[in-house]
């Protein structure tokens, strides 16, 4: 067959070398508009990790390759006068130019032709010469312009500014971050070595200290002289260099994001950066282009026709590549967002940003580097209180809102059970709480009990509105206080335009088949088409519901209570206010975030009035209508968590969405987190995260990173009351309480979770 490769970079190297590997016969051009050895960039990294398929395609290129390897096991972060170092990591660097020197002689060794000081102005036109085009033109490809309406490329050209130079200074030791605070705001440096003298510096900064600075008019020299006055401390007098000639300006880019729909036409493909791009901070960019090429050569040998090798190798690379580019995303938005975290101790500043890329969980970390993960932990103990040498993981370290004292940060989040009678709790909520309570989580929240009959969603929700429910919830906080050391919250709501509708299991947000009961809602909105219209609230239904609230925390207080949790998020009354989706309204009540916020506020205020001084409040938001522009984006959930904070709203629960039926949110692990780390970081109010976290490895990396102080579990802990039992069972920690007459149990779990008996006097 005659293949051309379009580009001479590392994918159409790489691509001709696999495929004459598997079929010498193959007759393989590579074309390439710059000369041998031309090229722009300094060094890339692999991560040990990955270069093991490289090795097993070709050890003859990977053994030449692994020669000239710089290997450094460290990364060293420096900020705020602190040099932070952990190990473990196993990266290794070469020299972009030494990478595709060695590629051309083994192409050239197994028979491709390489073609330089070529520009190739159509693949169009090639591909009609030859029997398969590989595209491997690169960031800027134009084949992808060409057959645009095949790729359908999706470029999304990110917010920061960076510049790729050199070194002669030594970074030899460490992977080394740099943050450097200067008088037009941060600018840091990504720094490795990568041959014996020369060491990659990448200097990125956001978009307007950029501007402030000006290296948007300065020459490649200009800019270079301007980042070394900002790094001087750390370059030891050595210069740094552009070698970016085929750029005009400063060099100075920003990073664009590549996704193709397709990346195969007729008989062309798309190959490495030309289709996909990964951010330089995950430093994958040439082991994605090497390792799509070795894909494509395994299926073009394979398989029977061009097509079906194209069919497979979009199949096969397609899940690897959206995997690291979604790592790569969450890597470019810390960067990003890093003045976010400008204000962390060094320790958790360092911790995030190891864990950026969410590629590397809180236990991974702990095979990297124990001692430094240790140090990390007993930081965070120390912080949270619990004495100077707990070394223990951050799900167990205490938590104090007001005078309630947490025993860990696991809180088991609302649930309806849709089991009460006329609002009333039955003996299923005892023994629902309770068992939760005793499941070893810190904080059992109550599903939302409601503040009168037609402030249910269902009519078995549970509500605060009648002597006797106040008597059902006194026997079951009485139960978990006497029984547990759990805490127990209570969370107050109002259903709205969601309310009089079918309980959970039969068919959710759904009105009753009969007996439906009329809805109010801040404007005549529907939930659905099924559902019926609510009726405006009038200033004296506001009134009389504010009054309920009130009336309601009384009897929690009442009830003994330890904390009040104020539902307003999931689309239901106060939710409903917050967002413009549901709330039209034209008084001091509707407009603005501030007007849509005053109801919910003057709720807060006059229960916080009757609420014990004490006993802490939190408030459970939705950060995310997940509609876009028209409704709440996280943006302006760090608005609501202002107004919160500043009205004295302890903690905010951050969740997201059921505000709309046309949400699409976008699930995934921990999908709401980032929510609450925005609002918590951005403001500095204490916040739970909750949503799609389930593994102990989760919620220490979440609380380690300062993404949350608390971490809401709903669906794990219906699967399992003792999930933090068991969690701290199995990761060996045996400083969690268990109920006495659970001690047999607990003592064999720990001999199966292989850690043998617990210490004398472990409860
Ligand atoms: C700042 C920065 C740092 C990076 N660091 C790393 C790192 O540490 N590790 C890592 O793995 N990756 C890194 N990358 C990414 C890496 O450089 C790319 O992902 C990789 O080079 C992609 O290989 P490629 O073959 O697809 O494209 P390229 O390497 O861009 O090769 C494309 C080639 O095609 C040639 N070409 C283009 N058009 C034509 C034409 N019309 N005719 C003839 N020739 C043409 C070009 O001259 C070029 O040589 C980094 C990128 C940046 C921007
Ligand atoms: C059965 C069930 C009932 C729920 N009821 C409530 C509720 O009453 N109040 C509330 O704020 N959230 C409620 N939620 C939402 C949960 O508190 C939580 O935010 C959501 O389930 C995501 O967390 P998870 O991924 O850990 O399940 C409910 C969730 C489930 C599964």
Known sequence: MK??????????????????????????????????????????????????????????????????????????????????????????????KTLLLLLQERASELGAKLR???????????????????????????????????????????????????????????????????EHGWVWAHAYQFDADTATFIVESSESVWRKFGFATMSQDESCRTCERIFERYLGGHRLMSNATHLRGSAWLNFP?????????????????????????????????????????????SEPTLQAAFAKYEDARRTEVLR??????????????????????????????????????????????????????????????????????????????????????IVVSPMAQYKAVDGCPTDWHLVHYGERAKGGAALVCTEMTCVSPEGRITPGCTGM??????????????????????????????????????LGWEEMDAPLKSGNWPVMAPSPVTWSERNQRARAMTRADMDRVREEFVVAAEMAARAGFDM???????????????????????????????????????????????????????????????????????????GIGRMLQEAGVDICDVSAGQTSVKARPVYGRMFQTPFSDRIRNEIGIATMAVGNIYEPDHVNSILMAGRA???????????????????AARLGDRGEAWPPPYYAGRDQLYRLAGSGEPPAGAV
């Not at 359908?152 to 920061?160: C, L, Q, S, V």
């Not at 429910?469 to 709501?493: M, N, Y």
């Open 709 to 727: 102080d608390l971490v809401c579990l709903a669906r794990p802990h219906l699967a399992n009351p003792y999930w933090t039992l068991h969690a």
């Open 324 to 409: 690291l580019q979604s790592a790569a995303r969450n890597s470019l938005e810390w960067f990003e967002d890093v003045e976010r975290y400008l204000h962390l101790d060094p320790v958790q500043f360092n911790y995030s940003l190891l864990t950026r890329s969410q590629r590397i969980s809180h236990e991974n970390l702990r095979l990297r580097d124990r001692d430094w993960l240790e140090g990390a932990e007993a930081w965070f103990q120390r912080l949270a209180g619990a004495g100077d040498n707990t070394i223990r993981r951050p799900m167990f370290a205490p938590f104090r809102l007001r005078d309630m004292r947490l025993k860990n940060r």
């Open 465 to 502: 509105y009648a002597p006797e429910h106040e008597r059902a919830w006194t026997r079951i906080v009485d139960f978990v206080h006497a029984e547990t050391d759990a805490k127990i919250c209570c969370q107050l709501g109002h259903s709205g335009a969601k309310g009089s509708t079918q």
């Open 3 to 96: 293949i051309a490769c379009l580009g001479g970079g590392p994918a159409g190297l790489y691509s001709a070398i696999s495929i004459k590997l598997r079929d010498a016969t193959h007759d393989v051009t590579v074309f390439e508009r710059n000369r041998p050895n031309d090229t722009f960039g300094w060094g890339v990294v692999f991560s040990n990790e990955t270069f093991d398929n490289i090795a097993s395609n070709d050890p003859a290129s990977a053994q030449a390759i692994r020669e000239h390897f710089a290997y450094w096991d460290d990364i060293a972060v420096n900020y705020r006068g602190e040099r932070i170092v952990s190990t473990g990591h196993g990266f290794s660097g070469i020299a972009r």
């Open 116 to 182: 330089f000081q070529t520009e190739i102005a159509s693949a169009g036109e090639l591909a009609k010469e030859y029997d398969f085009v590989i595209a491997a033109d690169g960031l800027n490809s134009k084949t992808r312009n060409e057959f645009a309406h095949a790729f359908k490329p999706a470029i999304d050209t990110r917010k920061n500014k960076f510049v790729w130079l050199g070194t002669r200074q030594k970074f030899d030791d460490a992977f080394t971050f740099i943050f450097e605070e200067t």
């Open 564 to 638: 009040l949790e104020i539902h307003c998020a999931h689309g239901y009354l106060l939710s409903s206010f917050i967002t413009p989706l549901t709330n039209w309204r034209t008084d001091n009540y509707g407009g603005s975030l501030q007007n849509r916020m005053r109801y919910p506020l003057e709720i807060f205020q006059a229960v916080r009035e009757v609420w014990p001084a004490a006993k802490p409040i939190s408030v459970r938001i939705s950060a995310n209508d997940w509609v876009g522009a028209e409704g709440i984006e996280p943006r302006d959930a760090v």
């Open 257 to 301: 994001r590549v996704l193709c729909e397709t990346w195969s036409h007729e008989n062309i493909v798309l190959m490495g950066d030309a289709a996909a791009t990964a951010h330089f901070s995950v430093g994958s960019g040439t082991k994605l282009a090497m390792e799509s090429a070795i894909a494509m050569a395994d299926y073009l040998a």
